[in-house]
Structures are given as structure tokens and as C-alpha cells.
């Protein structure tokens, strides 16, 4: 794919979707995306399908016209499913199925690829990064290139990530040209917490546990401490980072309870723990350092279930390196 408009000539209806529980990857891309088509192509309409987002993103243009049902019976005739695979599109799936033409566009190493046109770069930092090479540079406003630069951030952890190249760098570079505040971006989307926020965190980090010898950190949050603070499941974002940074930690599991015997999970790693393959291996997905899934049971089936294949994935990162030294 050299541009994205090259895929949508003389179309009239076009539906923008991205993943259950959208993140700022999700967010930026698929509102960055509409923001141009909408700009690019003014004859068609353009309609973005999420879960409705965290309010730290509102500072998007236009996030009040993000769509959270779907009319089964009108179905846009191009559907774009962004930073994941149609399976992970939750209640815009059939969208994806009913279109005329289907489009995939995502950096993630679990995503097998979907949909009628397929553009997935998995050593990309993000989808928006991706969205950013698919559009008319010179169309490029304020609102399209802070949505971006709000995706990028959030899947680079400002930008301290292993997936930060100097690409990914000399693209926010060109980002920030349009003069938006992008340090306040940084503080109200990515390190900004309310109060009860930060009790749940602080609740989290106590609480939480060492296994496999000190190399992987657990924490869970159930539904009755949910409950007790007054918190959902967007105020639990950036618990898992937290724990990965521990000092002797090679893996960091974060796991809060969704439903009776359920478990929406978290994982982050360095380069001694593929969580990808542990994610995907549950039905989930993700990169190698951070990805996630949901799994059944109680916390220690969970958990049991989940410290062998770390255990597993640290053994045979140590063998590989006894064979290379």
C-alpha cells in the first residue's frame, strides 16, 4: 500500500474501527485517520467505531463523534479495522465482514492479517506511525498530526520503548512542526492521575507479589476493590508499567477481574519474556515485551497457568544465551 486514498476511489461510505478498550494508539490512529479522510475526501462520509475512550483523549478533535453502536443493516462499503485483527474489533466486527472491501492496518506481531487489503508492519512503534506513511504528507494539519503524535506517545511510553526508532523520531519530529502543546499532551494523557487513580495503583503495588524467583511481579485488582474505589477499567492503565519497572523484574503481570471467574490481563517484559506468544497462546495478542489476553478462573489458576509459560520463556532465553556466549 503507497497511499491510503489510492484504496477508496469513488467510495461513499467508510467505517473506521479499532480494538476493545481503545488505547492511545487506537485512539490516535483511527481518529487521525478520519480526520483526513473527512479533510481528503469531503463527498464521503466517514464514521469512527469505538468503546467509548478514556476522557484524557478528548483533547482529539472531533472524539465526541466517535460512534459506540452500529446499524447492522447499513454497513459502511469500505471498513477499516486499525491496530488490530478483526477479531479484537468487538461490536463493529461484522462491519468488517459486511463491506464491501475490507482494509487491516496494524503493527502487531499476533495479527495474521485480515480483510481484503492487508498493510501490517510489525517493526513499526505504532498504527499511527503507519497511518502517518499512508497519508498525504501535505495535507497534514494541527488536528491530524496531534492525534498522531497522542498515538505514537502511548505505544512508545514517551518514547523510551524498544520500538522507538529514528524513524519513529523523525516523525514525531515532522509532527511537531504544527506547534501544538506537546508537553502538555505528554503530562494530561500519559503520567496525569486523579486521586483515586493513584490509590488503586498504590493498593496494587502493595499488594502485589513476587514469583519465579523474584523475576516476574503479579498484581490484581478484583471486582470488589473495583467497586470500593470507585474505579473502572480505564483507571487501571499504566498499573502493569509500573510494576515492569521493579529492579530485578524480567516480567510483570497485571490481571483485573471483569466477571464471575474472568480475568482481563496485562504483561510487559524485557527481552527475556516473549509475552506475545503467552498472550496469543490464550487467545490474546500484543508485541514481545507488552501484550495481553483474557483467561478464566480464579486469581491462582490464573496465575498458575501463566507462570509456566514465563518460567518456560526465561529458561529458554537463558539456554540461547549459555549457547551464544
Known amino acids: 500500500m503507497k497511499k491510503i486514498i489510492d484504496e477508496l ?3 461513499k461510505t467508510i467505517g473506521i474501527g479499532g480494538h476493545i478498550h481503545p ?3 487506537c485512539v490516535g490512529s483511527t481518529m487521525a485517520l478520519y480526520l483526513y479522510l473527512k479533510k481528503v475526501m469531503p463527498q464521503a462520509e466517514v464514521k469512527v467505531y469505538l468503546e467509548t475512550p478514556a476522557d484524557i483523549f478528548r483533547v482529539i478533535k472531533d472524539f465526541d463523534e466517535i460512534q459506540n453502536e452500529i446499524d447492522i443493516n447499513n454497513p459502511p462499503e469500505v471498513f477499516i479495522a486499525l491496530d488490530c485483527s478483526k477479531d479484537r474489533l468487538g461490536f463493529s466486527e461484522p462491519f468488517f465482514d459486511k463491506a464491501i472491501k475490507s482494509m487491516n492496518i496494524d503493527h502487531h506481531i499476533s495479527n495474521g492479517g485480515n480483510g481484503d487489503v492487508t498493510y501490517i508492519v510489525t517493526n513499526a512503534s505504532s498504527t499511527s506511525e ?3 506513511d499512508l497519508i498525504d504528507d501535505s495535507q497534514l494539519d494541527t488536528d491530524i498530526a496531534q492525534a498522531l503524535y497522542i498515538g505514537i506517545l ?3 511510553g514517551v518514547f523510551q520503548y524498544s520500538n522507538t526508532s529514528p524513524k519513529t523520531l523523525r516523525t514525531v519530529a515532522r509532527l511537531l512542526e504544527f506547534n501544538f502543546d506537546f508537553t502538555k499532551i505528554i503530562d494530561e494523557t500519559f503520567y496525569e492521575k486523579t486521586y483515586l487513580q493513584s490509590q488503586i495503583l498504590g493498593r496494587a503495588l502493595l499488594e ?3 514469583i519465579l524467583d523474584g523475576k516476574c511481579i503479579v498484581s490484581s485488582v478484583d471486582l470488589k476493590n473495583m467497586a470500593f474505589y470507585g474505579v473502572n477499567s480505564k483507571d487501571l492503565d499504566g498499573i502493569v508499567n509500573q510494576l515492569r519497572i521493579i529492579k530485578g523484574v524480567d516480567c510483570a503481570v497485571f490481571m483485573y477481574q471483569t466477571g464471575n471467574m ?3 490481563v496485562s504483561m510487559r517484559s524485557n527481552e527475556k519474556v516473549n509475552v506475545s506468544r503467552i498472550a496469543t497462546y490464550f487467545g490474546g495478542g500484543g508485541h514481545k515485551k507488552a501484550a495481553g489476553c ?3 478462573g480464579t486469581f491462582h489458576d490464573v496465575i498458575n497457568n501463566l507462570s ?3 518460567e518456560s520463556e526465561i529458561i529458554s532465553n537463558y539456554q540461547e544465551n549459555q549457547l551464544n556466549s
Do not use: A, Q, R, W
Open 130 to 132: 503507519l497511518i502517518y
Open 308 to 310: 509456566l509459560h514465563i
Open 208 to 210: 502485589s507479589i513476587l
Open 154 to 156: 502511548h505505544d512508545t
Open 262 to 264: 474472568e480475568y482481563k
Open 9 to 11: 476511489n469513488n467510495v
Open 23 to 25: 488505547d492511545g494508539d
Open 294 to 296: 483474557t483467561m478464566n
